[in-house]
């Protein structure tokens, strides 16, 4: 059960792209299309932005993308907007009915 | 309108207890995986435990393992935690959320703080 790998900070301009990524094993995300991404403000509750690796739910903007190879996930958020301003979080199904987060991303806008 | 509200939280002494508990709304409690996910201050987030829809598969992280119980009542649409020996690490805020293989819909939080 350890902590998936994500860079502590990314930063980008408003209208740029950020990719954010998410290393884990063969025995999490390697090993499942199970990886979501939760974008949290601080003092509010997560919220999920990509789910089953690729899926957005309704409500999130297209500019949030999701996608996997091997055993890295990555988030990519395109045209960046003062909001998108935030910590970011990856999950992913690690077998077992059990889960494990990512260390965190936070996400600056310049 | 899908609603979890979180209650219990407070401070408590190393070795102490505490429940927790998640009032759900808004849909069909009974159909769905629940999970209790905390963060320590200034901490990322950590997946603690999750219950199957009628309670009889329940799983938790290593260090909560023997400690803390995840419980439901599906009549009260109401999840629970129940944390025993405390200790200080087990600081954080902790969140109900909704399913198991992603968390679609999660509480307020409410913050656990075990100190003496």
């Known amino acids: 059960q350890s902590a998936l790998t994500q860079p502590r900070s990314v930063s980008g301009s408003p209208g740029q792209s950020v990719t954010i990524s998410c290393t884990g094993t063969s025995s999490d995300v390697g090993g499942y299309n199970y990886v979501s991404w939760y974008q949290q403000h601080p003092g509010k509750a997560p919220k999920l932005m990509i789910y089953d690796v690729s899926k957005r739910p309704s409500g999130v903007p297209d500019r949030f993308s999701g996608s996997k190879s091997g055993n890295t996930a990555s988030l990519t958020i395109s045209g960046l907007q003062a909001e998108d301003e935030a910590d970011y979080y990856c999950?992913?199904?690690?077998?077992?009915?059990?889960?494990?987060f990512g260390g965190g991303t936070k996400l600056t806008v310049l | 309108e899908v609603q979890l509200v979180e209650s219990g939280g407070g401070l408590v002494q190393p070795g102490g207890s505490l429940r927790l508990s998640c009032a759900a709304s808004?849909?069909?409690?009974?159909?769905?995986?629940m999970s209790w996910v905390r963060q320590a201050p200034g901490k990322g987030l950590e997946w603690v435990a999750n219950i199957k829809q009628d309670g009889s598969d329940k799983y938790y992280v290593d260090s909560v393992k023997g400690r803390f119980t995840i419980s439901r009542d599906n009549a009260e649409n109401s999840l629970y935690l129940q944390m025993n020996s405390l200790r200080a690490e087990d600081t954080a805020v902790y969140y109900c959320?909704?399913?198991?293989?992603?968390?679609?819909?999660w509480g307020q939080g409410t913050l656990v703080t075990v100190s003496s």
């Open positions: 999950y992913s199904y690690a077998g077992s009915y059990t889960l494990v």
């Open positions: 808004g849909f069909t409690f009974s159909n769905y995986w």
């Open positions: 959320a909704r399913d198991l293989r992603y968390n679609d819909y």
